[in-house]
């Protein structure tokens, strides 16, 4: 058995903290030295696939004060940015090579936000749009996209008043559930789609229980019709909608409209997308096994069946009931990250430990791995200014 090395990374001395201006000045930059600390534990990273060597993971921290952090393989910060007063609820790496951010001040839930941003990696502030703003009159949550026009897609607190008497509530009961808002870079409505419209909260046993966060959607991401993939933790669904009419084509998961394998049946979905093989992914939180994973499947839009690509265990000790993330990084292996531990893995098809990454307290939503020709011309620029200033 290979005797594992641990490396110990403090704030690089290549780190960047880029000042940034925002229109009402409520996000700051802040410019004091990083306190994070990062191990990576890994066997040998030269055996580690070279993309991975490479490439760089995004971690950030949901509540404030905030921070976004791109490291490299051996745990090193290349490239930082704080808030003081703000957390970044969940970040998105874009085709601008651009991050675009929902944010939200402490009396956000962690997942919840009230400001949408994107930041250039020169600290530049591309896009911010506040709540209560034009058509930005919802809350904000779990999700945020630029489609291929370049506008804002994201998820949405959504409130509905039904008679709740027959489930044993009231005449006049609040539901909360969710929606999906599409705005263009001034902060108009160009789509918006709810729940509410698709499905009846009396149809659910448990509404009363469920009220206040009766689906939990938790993520949204393009198929490749370029329809939308939503994902509801509650009823352990994930949805594809129809981007123009707004029609639910097809249900995934229980109770779904595909047949799935028995050993591939699962609780929760969290980062659903559709991975560089075309399939179906996403991290299963597994909250009644009590053990999360990593799942993919090729689906058959006409028998309706789905095939297993991937099934990929986290051990016990790291199952994450909440948050979480597993994106495809080449043929052999997954970056996984259990939120709850604070951890970020590699690891291979059979859920083998590669490398491991540990902080002693962001709690990152994801984990987001970028690969390096999306990144070198903009960090090499940075560290050329900074080096000659």
């Not at 780190?15 to 066997?43: G, R």
């Not at 539901?175 to 599409?182: H, K, R, S, T």
């Not at 352990?236 to 639910?248: E, K, M, S």
Request: proline share 4%.
């Amino acid at each position: 058995m290979a005797t594992l090395i641990w490396l110990f990374a403090e704030t690089s001395k290549r780190q960047i903290v880029m000042p940034a201006l925002f229109a009402n000045h409520s996000l700051k930059p802040d410019t004091t030295v990083i306190k994070d600390s990062f191990w990576v534990q890994c066997a040998d990273i030269s055996l580690l696939p070279p993309v991975f060597q490479k490439g760089y993971i995004m971690v950030y921290q949901r509540r404030s004060p905030g921070s976004v952090m791109l490291l490299n393989v051996k745990g090193e910060i290349v490239w930082s940015y704080h808030s003081p007063t703000t957390g970044f609820k969940v970040i998105r790496f874009t085709k601008n090579h651009s991050l675009i951010c929902i944010t939200g001040t402490k009396e956000n839930d962690p997942g919840y936000g009230n400001a949408i941003l994107e930041l250039s990696l020169k600290g530049d502030t591309l896009l911010y749009l506040k709540k209560g703003q034009k058509d930005f009159q919802q809350t904000i949550h779990h999700e945020i996209l630029l489609n291929s026009k370049n506008q804002v897609v994201t998820l949405s607190r959504e409130e509905r008043i039904f008679n709740l008497i027959s489930k044993g509530g009231l005449a006049k009961d609040t539901v909360v559930g969710d929606g999906i808002l599409v705005l263009d870079r001034q902060g108009r409505q160009v789509w918006k789609w709810t729940v509410f419209d698709k499905l009846d909260p009396l149809l659910d046993d448990k509404i009363i229980a469920n009220k206040k966060d009766w689906m939990h959607a938790n993520s949204i991401a393009f198929d490749k019709d370029s329809n939308y993939l939503i994902s509801f933790y509650n009823n352990g669904q994930i949805w594809n909608v129809n981007a123009t009419t707004g029609n639910v084509n097809w249900k995934f998961g229980r109770n779904g409209d595909f047949e799935i394998p028995p050993n591939s049946l699962f609780d929760e979905a969290h980062a659903v997308h559709v991975n560089y093989k075309g399939w179906l992914m996403f991290f299963d939180n597994g909250a009644n096994k009590k053990l999360s994973r990593s799942l993919a499947f090729e689906l058959d839009n006409v028998s309706k069946k789905a095939k297993t690509m991937i099934d990929a265990w986290l051990p016990p000790p790291l199952y994450t009931d909440r948050m979480g993330s597993s994106y495809l990084i080449n043929d052999t292996s997954l970056l996984v990250c259990a939120s709850k531990h604070k951890t970020v893995a590699l690891v291979n098809l059979r859920g083998s430990f590669l490398w491991q990454l540990k902080t002693n307290r962001i709690e990152s939503y994801r984990a987001e791995f970028i690969p390096k020709e999306m990144l070198a011309p903009d960090l090499n620029n940075l560290f050329y200014q900074v080096n000659n200033n």
